[in-house]
């Protein structure tokens, strides 16, 4: 997974805006449900959002909720995190994992939010939130 935070890199003012893409290659990510995770200087590693192989479904973690969008793009074999209305707290490093290949069987509405059950991960972005 290749990640980019955007022309302006990962710095950001509060109340601004940033986008995070990842990108695949090697592999399809119409097989895979998608998470998105953080880790802030001192803290552990925590789940911000996850959405499911179709994109059908989508779930954020509470203190994020209305801020951030997480979202697909099958064409592009693309995944995103549009982060809004951003706070000094949002600082961190920031994660894209991929969960899967998943079998044929498995649902279309739900995804992981267990760091654990990725089995794909980028490197991870800086971004800080800062005036």
């Known amino acids: 997974l290749r990640c980019s935070a955007g022309v302006w890199g990962g710095l950001v003012q509060p109340g601004g805006s940033l986008r995070l893409s990842c990108a695949a290659s090697?592999?399809?990510?119409?097989?895979?449900?998608i998470g998105w995770f953080r880790q802030a200087p001192g803290k552990e590693r925590e789940w911000l959002s996850c959405i499911s192989r179709s994109g059908s479904n989508t779930y954020y973690l509470e203190s994020i909720k209305g801020r951030f969008t997480i979202s697909r793009d099958t064409f592009r074999n693309t995944v995103h995190l549009q982060m809004d209305s951003m706070k000094r707290e949002d600082t961190a490093v920031y994660y894209c994992?991929?969960?899967?290949?998943?079998?044929?069987?498995?649902?279309?509405?739900?995804?992981?939010?267990?760091?654990?059950?990725?089995?794909?991960w980028g490197k991870g972005t800086e971004v800080t939130v800062s005036s």
């Open positions: 090697g592999f399809t990510l119409d097989y895979y449900t």
């Open positions: 994992a991929a969960e899967g290949p998943l079998p044929i069987t498995y649902s279309d509405s739900v995804c992981s939010q267990s760091l654990d059950d990725m089995n794909y």
